[in-house]
């Protein structure tokens, strides 16, 4: 196993992310419990030491059910991590409550690593909002030691964490942020990796496979791959892109089953990072996977001429975002952060955008079909 310098620690370079456990029936909320302790056994075994959960993973049992199958193990031998659940914003007001029953559910008298859940537009307000105490809490409990290391994951834009940061930036140690070669720019990762370097803060990696769309792809495209680097799998391609990167500490992943894990440790047995040919060609694939998405630039010339008022450039990204994912939560949930009124649904078709686009980008179809991948009314 490869393993990373973190201040005094060896930190496992691969983290058991405890977010797709194997479940029963398909039902996200019923783990299988003893599928799931066998694979920390193998994981115990094969030298990892890093193990995330959270509040709300697999509707609130992962804390529970990782907790339970961590205990067989002396405490020093692994590093467990939580997250503050503040992607709910009914939750800001509940941090000592939430805190004292993660420890309950996890059973330890404290936390390695801890977490702001997901900062990102809908709540960045609330979390540097003092009248909630989240941070003076927490930095409270790192001090009297019932959190070990302090940091934030984020969803949000490079925009969204820079605010975080200026806000609480000093006190922070590691940050999590999603890191693959598509997202490199499609969620400019790489321009999220340059501000965390500014404060001297590691990365901690999520969706290193994107939620395993990544871990395959057709056949032309694995094979211009593979002539470069025989041997080496489509699913190994995305980690050792992510060695490529001196910032990245913890890659954590969402292993579903036995083989999965496995095949991910074998990979974690050494370092191998890409050279500039394959990292091009690597690349390169990523923007045709891309090719076809909508090309705005961001030029803005689009909304002077919008009678509504609408951020169009900030719509067409998420619309883009939703598009190529086939859905998922980032783009509904940077829309609670925008008013009702100001939502793609909110377009009346008039083109007057269309009219001065020097993409010639057909805006109006675009915000119409973002509407109802949202499943928005007309209007």
């Known amino acids: 196993m490869v393993y990373k310098n ?22 996200d909320g019923k783990i299988d419990e003893e599928k799931a302790q066998e694979m920390v056994a193998c994981a115990m075994e094969h030298g990892i030491n890093y193990y995330d959960t ?31 659940p503040g992607y ?22 404290y936390f390695d690593f801890y977490l702001f859940h997901n900062v990102c537009e809908m709540n960045i307000d609330a979390y540097l909002d003092e009248k909630y105490g989240i941070y003076e809490y927490l930095i409270r409990q790192r001090e009297c030691g019932r959190i070990r290391h302090l940091g934030f994951s984020a969803h949000g834009s490079t925009e969204v964490m820079r605010r975080f940061l200026e806000a609480y930036g ?17 969620q400019d990762a790489k321009g999220k990796a340059e501000l965390l370097k500014e404060y001297g803060l590691p990365v901690w990696v999520m969706e290193p496979l994107r939620g395993g769309k990544l871990a395959s792809l057709p056949e032309d495209q694995a094979q211009k791959l593979a002539e470069l680097r025989p041997g080496e ?10 060695q490529t990167i001196p910032e990245v500490a913890v890659t954590l992943s969402g292993m579903s089953d036995m083989d999965q894990l496995q095949e991910n ?54 619309y883009r975002e939703h598009s190529f994912t086939g859905g998922g ?36 179809e675009a915000m119409a079909d973002f509407a109802g991948k949202l499943g928005q009314g007309a209007g």
């Not at 509904?332 to 269309?354: Q, Y």
């Open 6 to 27: 973190f201040q005094d620690l060896k930190l496992s370079a691969l983290g058991l992310g405890a977010m797709r456990l194997p479940v029963i029936d398909g039902d």
């Open 54 to 84: 959270a509040w709300g993973y697999h509707n609130g049992s992962s804390e529970t059910v990782l907790g339970r199958a961590l205990r067989k193990y002396p405490r020093g031998r692994y590093y467990l991590a939580t997250k503050f």
């Open 88 to 109: 709910d914003l009914s939750n800001m007001d509940k941090v000592e409550t939430i805190f004292e029953k993660q420890l309950e559910k996890c059973g330890v008298d």
């Open 170 to 186: 000093k006190q922070m140690e590691f940050c999590q942020i999603q890191m693959n070669w598509v997202d490199w720019t499609f």
């Open 233 to 242: 799998a489509v699913p190994a391609w995305a980690f050792r892109f992510l």
């Open 265 to 318: 440790i074998r990979t974690f047995e050494e370092e191998r990072p890409l050279n500039e040919q394959e990292l091009a060609a690597l690349l390169s694939v990523a923007d045709g996977m891309l090719e076809g998405t909508i090309p705005c630039t961001a030029c803005r010339y689009c909304v002077s001429h919008c009678p509504k008022g609408l951020d169009i450039p900030s719509l067409l990204e998420l």
């Open 329 to 364: 939560f980032i783009a509904p949930m940077a829309l609670m952060a925008v008013e009702k009124e100001k939502h793609s649904d909110a377009c009346i078709g008039c083109r007057s955008c269309e009219a001065v686009c020097p993409q010639q980008i057909k805006i109006s």
